[in-house]
């Protein structure tokens, strides 16, 4: 008999180039691992509407053709399906010999269906293909990389709702858990992006000429140069301080008359800028930072 890894690996190569049978092999994944699915169907729910994200895009497309898909979608999703399998083989008896550590999560969640095992079955497969796959992601568009980090975000924000109800809602925490829930359909408006555009987004453009002086380029027009961002606005910065999402606006520095700063307010010394380390959503030294645009 075959490992739990090769049994996998066939599964996910059989429909390697059918996006359509993907989704399929997907459905068929939540049947459990004796086929009584009263217990592991609710869940499927969550993770079709991602996987139907991803086919409205077409990034689940063959490279290889006039609308080709996106190779790093593919992989993740591979990813995904793999592991999926691999811990249902495991569950039904096939040597487990070569599992990867991201298929432990899913023969638990195997074992004891619940939500927050899901989504550590889940997320664990994603995060392994998003650290695997960095290359790949490198040569996505400015844009498409946008979209990958938001997927991230989202995934791991509906499990924080069940996991942390607390750290994501405060003091409506006692709700979290049922918005957060897989099993109920509105879960899928965090697993998917329905503002994203239609298609890859291409890796390769071409910029128009410049404007002419006393113009800037707002998307495909000119505009005047007195529409710009007046000087005074300065830009919101999304980072993470002490485990919560928070929006940080710069203070203009404003010279006193000794020369010294001063804060926005002119009341008292501007605070030192915080360390790179402290205030962040992805910095340099993540594993994760070449996937931000």
């Known amino acids: ?42 869940y499927r729910c969550a993770a079709v509407a991602f996987m139907r994200w991803q086919l409205r895009r077409g990034l689940l497309r063959p490279l290889h053709g006039p609308r080709s898909g996106s190779p790093w979608w593919r992989a993740v999703n591979e990813r995904l399906l793999r592991d999926g399998w691999e811990a249902l083989a495991v569950a039904v008896g096939y040597d487990p010999a070569g599992a990867t550590a991201s298929v432990s999560p899913s023969v638990e969640f195997i074992r004891e269906p619940t939500a927050r095992n899901w989504y550590r079955a889940h997320n664990a497969s994603i995060v392994a293909a998003y650290l695997e796959h960095r290359d790949q992601a490198e040569q996505e568009s400015r844009t498409e990389r946008f979209f990958i980090n938001l997927v991230l975000m989202r995934v791991l924000y509906a499990h924080t709702l069940v996991s942390a109800p607390r750290l994501a809602l405060g003091w409506l925490g006692p709700v979290a858990p049922a918005l957060g829930d897989p099993r109920v359909r509105m879960t899928g408006i965090f697993l998917r992006g329905d503002r994203a555009p239609v298609g890859p987004t291409p890796r390769r453009r071409r910029h128009p000429a410049p404007p002419a002086a006393g113009l800037r380029l707002v998307g ?9 961002r007046p000087a005074g606005r ?60």
């Open 1 to 42: 008999m075959s490992t739990a890894a090769e049994f996998a690996l066939e599964k996910v190569r059989q429909v390697r180039d059918d996006p359509d049978a993907r989704l399929a092999l997907m459905r068929r994944l939540y049947a459990g691992p004796d086929g009584d699915a009263t217990a592991h169907l609710p």
């Open 220 to 228: 495909r027009r000119a505009w005047p140069a007195r529409r710009a």
């Open 234 to 293: 300065r830009r919101a910065v999304l980072c993470v301080a002490r485990g919560r999402p928070t929006a940080v606006v710069p203070a203009p520095h404003r010279p006193r008359a000794d020369g010294t700063a001063r804060g926005a307010s002119g009341l008292g010394p501007a605070s030192p800028p915080p360390s790179p380390g402290r205030h962040r959503l992805l910095s340099h030294d993540d594993p994760m930072s070449s996937l931000c645009g």
